[in-house]
Nanobody
């Protein structure tokens, strides 16, 4: 059983930064990809960034140059976000293989 728990969301002013974390437990050592999606009210869930077990990263255009995905082992995934805008306001979800999902953490960018 894989369990993912996100943290690090909150309210931040435009131009600010946040670091999201995703703590994973369970049999994930065979994962192919971990990553982050987000869903804003009235919008579809969309990719933010992925990282493969080989360390290859993939970013949505909206995240390139501002967000960095990383992991320190197979247990913790991070998303460092800089220069946040109101358009980044959403619930952020981490996933493993797009099969297992966390409960999400709210990010609100507002002055």
């Amino acid at each position: 059983q894989v369990e993912l728990v996100e943290s690090g969301g909150g309210l931040v002013q435009p131009g600010g930064s946040l670091r999201l974390s995703c703590a994973a437990s369970g049999l994930i050592f065979r994962y192919l990809v971990m990553g982050w999606y987000r869903q804003a009210p009235g919008h579809q869930r969309e990719l933010v960034a992925d990282i493969t077990n080989g360390g290859r990263t993939n970013y949505a255009d909206s995240a390139k140059g501002r967000f960095t995905i990383s992991r320190d082992n197979y247990k913790t995934l991070y998303l460092q976000m800089h220069n946040l805008t109101p358009e980044d306001t959403a619930v952020y979800y981490c996933h493993v293989n797009r099969e297992y999902w966390g409960q999400g953490t709210q990010v609100t960018v507002s002055s």
